[in-house]
């Protein structure tokens, strides 16, 4: 038991744990004020939140770097922080928003399914060069078929790919290494 417990006391992976936790939990209040403000919760306008996940990745490399890092932060420790935090905060919100749609409204979920079967019908004309008809009625069937768990891993899905560019360009921006090692000292 002691060595799991020494396996987690890295600050690395507590700070980005504690991140990507809290970041979880923001970007569900996120989608409960989509929600409760009436717009779709699930729909497109969730892609906002990317801005809520840029601001706490930042915020986290920047308090890893500063009570940590001694001021230092390598390339590797802030890549690696950026898509522990992503992943730990889509997998947290991706269980809440299951939870969510399965307990407490169901037509969240429903909704979301209709649209997207109507987005699926008016593009039917521009996927007839790639999408027999066969193919697009099995993907209307399974699109038709999905359960609310299918959100969980789209949300992971999702987000890591969205991160990529805003964890590599900040990881870059608050990217500090100590380059004395390379001068050449001369006693």
């Known amino acids: 038991m002691k060595s799991i417990i ?3 006391n890295k ?3 507590k700070v980005s744990l504690l991140f990507g936790a809290a970041l979880g939990v ?3 209040l996120f989608f409960v004020g989509l929600y409760l403000v009436g717009a779709m919760p699930l729909g497109g306008v969730r892609s906002l939140d990317m801005g809520v996940y ?7 490399l920047r308090y890893y770097r500063k009570n940590y890092g001694n001021g230092l932060l390598h390339l590797w420790e802030a ?3 950026g898509y522990v935090i992503t992943c730990v905060a889509a997998i947290i919100n991706g269980w809440l928003i299951y939870l969510f749609v399965t307990y407490i409204d169901p037509s969240v979920f429903s909704d979301y399914i209709s649209n997207a079967l109507d987005v699926l019908n008016q593009g ?6 790639y999408l027999s008809d066969k193919e697009f009625l099995d993907l209307y069937q399974t699109i038709k078929l999905n359960k ?5 891993s789209n949300e992971i899905t999702q987000r890591l790919v969205m991160a990529i560019i805003p964890i590599l360009v900040i990881s870059l921006i608050l990217r500090k290494q100590d380059y004395s090692i390379l001068q050449n000292n001369k006693s």
């Open 6 to 8: 020494a396996y987690f």
């Open 11 to 13: 600050p690395i992976l």
């Open 26 to 28: 923001f970007v569900f």
């Open 54 to 60: 840029a601001i706490l990745i930042f915020s986290g």
């Open 79 to 81: 890549l690696t922080m």
């Open 124 to 129: 039917r004309k521009s996927q007839t060069g």
């Open 148 to 152: 609310p768990s299918i959100l969980i």
